[in-house]
């Protein structure tokens, strides 16, 4: 689920990268904010960062006695996407394995389909191995799978999500 979220923030700038007339200031303002937001990734309660829309404030800045870098406190609105519990997404296959498929969905990389979770779905080994139903329908490595979301764990050290979903349900299952 895409969620739109306003957020307090703390940029750091160079002194020398301030000027007079507040243009440059501006600037480097929404530089930093975007490498910062870039690098942070994701968080548990908010999910991946994905995108900054609107750079509501800037706070007057505080001037760091032992580097002499100013910190402005900021607040902006952004784009966050975060998956949740019973929710029914699309994603790519990217491995198939004996008891199961991982897949991708934006950005999460880690979620698992456990062949437990495919009813009517039989895994047929080769080269290129596959899940196959009587209705020759194929689960293979860049399929996209619709599934539902039975259950999300956060990884702190990571910084990321991993789900374990399901296609237990109606209208679930590789798309056309």
């Known amino acids: ?48 960062y994905l995108a900054v829309t609107t750079l509501v404030s800037i706070g007057e800045g505080k001037i760091r006695s032992n580097t002499g870098e100013v910190l402005f406190p900021v607040v902006f609105s952004g ?5 949740y519990r019973g929710e029914i997404l699309e994603g ?9 498929v991982f897949l991708k969905c934006g950005p999460i990389e880690s979620i698992y389909l456990s062949s437990a979770k495919m009813p009517d779905y039989k895994y ?23 599934f539902i979301v039975i259950g999300t764990k956060w990884l702190e050290a990571e910084r990321e999500f991993q789900a374990l979903v399901s296609l237990e349900g109606d209208y679930l299952g590789p798309v056309s």
């Open 1 to 48: 689920m895409f969620l739109k979220v306003k957020l307090p923030w703390n940029v750091v700038i160079p002194a020398e990268k301030l000027d007079a007339n507040g243009l440059m200031l501006h600037k480097s303002i929404v530089l930093r904010l975007l490498d910062d937001f870039a690098c942070k990734k994701a968080t548990k309660d908010l999910g991946y």
């Open 79 to 83: 784009i966050t996407f975060k998956i």
């Open 92 to 100: 790519i296959v990217h491995k198939v394995l004996k008891h199961g």
């Open 124 to 146: 047929v080994q080769g080269e290129n191995p596959v899940f196959l139903n009587d209705k020759h329908s194929k689960i293979e490595k860049n399929v996209s799978v619709r």
